[in-house]
């Protein structure tokens, strides 16, 4: 089956409020499994489901696989939110939904993570890192929001323009 494709920048549908995860069928097993699969093909060290078209809160996090002879171990997130953020961090951030770019975005340094995962147990995990932004960028993402619109407006304004004329000429190429 081929793999599920990542929305990107400006679809609609990545400005969405994503809704609770209320139970975890047999739809919701598969789609947690095919957004890992999708996460390590891109690859990517997160995934949130309303990037592959799916407003539910749900999303994957694995910060650690790239890391030479570290075997792949994805936390299955439901329903994640955020609480007791400390400090300040500055982390260059790229997104799978907003090709070709990568900006420096201020996150908290440390925050605790609580969820549930696919069993219906608990998860509570106070992070710090590349865990913790990615964490805070995967759950952006529930809310609508992208890491462009943590970055001054002069910058954004200059991506828009550079994606657009980027659309253009796809769309320009495919209609030859
Ligand atoms: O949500 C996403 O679009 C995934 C995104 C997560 C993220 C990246 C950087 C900081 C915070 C959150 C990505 O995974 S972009 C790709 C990436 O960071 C990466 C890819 C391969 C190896 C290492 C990192
Ligand atoms: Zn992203």
New binding site residues.
């Given amino acids: 089956m081929a793999l599920r494709p990542?929305l990107k920048f400006p679809d609609p549908r990545l400005r969405e409020t994503a809704k609770p995860v209320t139970e975890v069928t047999d739809e919701i097993r598969d789609l947690a499994a095919d957004m890992c699969e999708v996460?390590y093909d891109?690859?990517?060290?997160?995934?949130?489901a309303p990037?592959v078209g799916e407003s539910i809160r749900l999303?994957v996090?694995d910060?650690e696989w790239?890391e030479e002879g570290v075997e792949r171990n994805p936390l299955i997130l439901l329903n994640p939110e955020l609480s007791e953020p400390t400090g300040k961090v500055t982390?260059?951030?790229?997104?799978?939904?907003?090709p070709d770019f990568?900006a420096e975005?201020e996150r908290a340094a440390e925050i605790t993570l609580s969820a549930t995962d696919l069993d219906g147990n608990p998860i509570e995990i106070r992070a710090d890192g590349?865990q913790a932004?990615?964490f805070?960028?995967?759950i952006d993402?529930l809310e609508g929001t992208l890491?462009i619109d943590h970055i001054s407006r002069l910058k954004r304004t200059r991506y828009i323009a550079k994606r657009k004329k980027q659309l253009k000429r796809e769309e320009e190429e495919d209609a030859r």
């Fill in positions: 990542v996460m891109e690859p990517g060290i997160g995934l949130a990037q999303v996090v910060t790239t982390w260059t951030e790229g997104c799978l939904s907003v990568e975005v590349l932004v990615c805070q960028h995967e993402h890491f």
